[in-house]
């Protein structure tokens, strides 16, 4: 592992764990000693990516990640033209709805807003979204480069649950079913009990860049709710790649 990525992934253990962290849990969970761990920090420390308690001595993630995200989201305003489309839609079906976007580490939750109901799906931020267990990786998959597709076809399939697809044949025909929609639909691959659509927010190019989902329990989602939900989140992506790009050639808004 490079130093690059070794410091990138103190950055991501600092962000999925509690809000403050000692250097010895850091070095334990990392599976780095504490001389590299500390120099890491350090590094990071200077840059303002990372930030130091002086009385407890414990590291927390630093306002300079903040200042990147700003400066990223000043080139290409994804969650700004997107935020508002995923709050019509979570005041529109009353459920968890979130947001993805794909990078090369994968498909990554970028904002949630969750459903007010006492039994409501939750979704972290920052979490990875399977491509073969979600509705959201298989909605990005019907829309993806080729390349990006036979990649995730090729495996591994790594199951999370009894319903999670396992194998090419099985994936590829969701697949082709969440292309000919427009729309995916996913039922318990990733979580047990919960029942999802999503749809791929598509590029200037026409391959996806990302994806919106609504996530319900599965005891109060008919098959009447999914077809409702899924032209719900059909015309949410399609204006969120128009706010995006404008008008794409060919697109249908549901």
């Known amino acids: 592992m490079s130093t690059v990525a070794k410091a990138i992934s103190l950055l991501e253990m600092l962000g999925s764990g509690a809000p403050e962290t000692a250097l010895a849990d850091l070095a334990r969970s990392a599976g780095f000693d504490k001389a590299t761990t500390r120099r890491l920090l350090v590094s990071l420390i ?36 997107a935020v508002p489309v995923v709050e019509a839609l979570a005041a529109e079906t009353g459920e968890t709805v979130h947001l993805s976007e794909h990078s090369k580490r994968g498909l990554i939750s970028v904002h949630v807003i969750e459903s007010t109901k006492a039994n409501r799906v939750s979704v972290p931020l920052g979490e990875v979204l399977p491509m073969h267990a979600t509705a ?7 829309f993806a480069e080729e390349r990006v597709r036979q990649d995730i076809l090729a495996g591994p399939m790594p199951a999370f649950t009894p319903f999670t697809i396992g194998n090419a044949t099985t994936l590829a025909e969701h697949v082709a079913a969440a292309r000919a929609r427009g729309h995916s639909v996913g039922s318990q691959g990733f979580e047990e009990g919960v029942m999802s659509v999503a749809a791929p927010i598509l590029g200037v190019d026409r391959f996806a860049i990302g994806a919106i989902a609504v996530a319900a329990p599965r005891v109060r989602t008919q098959k009447g709710d999914i077809e409702r939900l899924g032209a719900s ?6 204006e969120i790649s128009e706010r995006l790009f404008g008008p794409l050639p060919g697109q249908k808004r549901a």
Not at 47 to 66: H, I, K
Not at 233 to 238: C, K, L, M, R
């Open 46 to 81: 200077a840059q303002g990516l990372v930030e130091q308690d002086e009385a407890t001595r414990l590291y927390r993630l630093g306002a300079g990640l903040t200042r990147l995200a700003l400066m990223r989201e000043t080139q290409f305003p994804f969650l700004r033209m």
């Open 136 to 142: 959201s990786g298989i909605a990005f998959l019907a």
């Open 233 to 238: 989140v059909t015309a949410a992506a399609g």
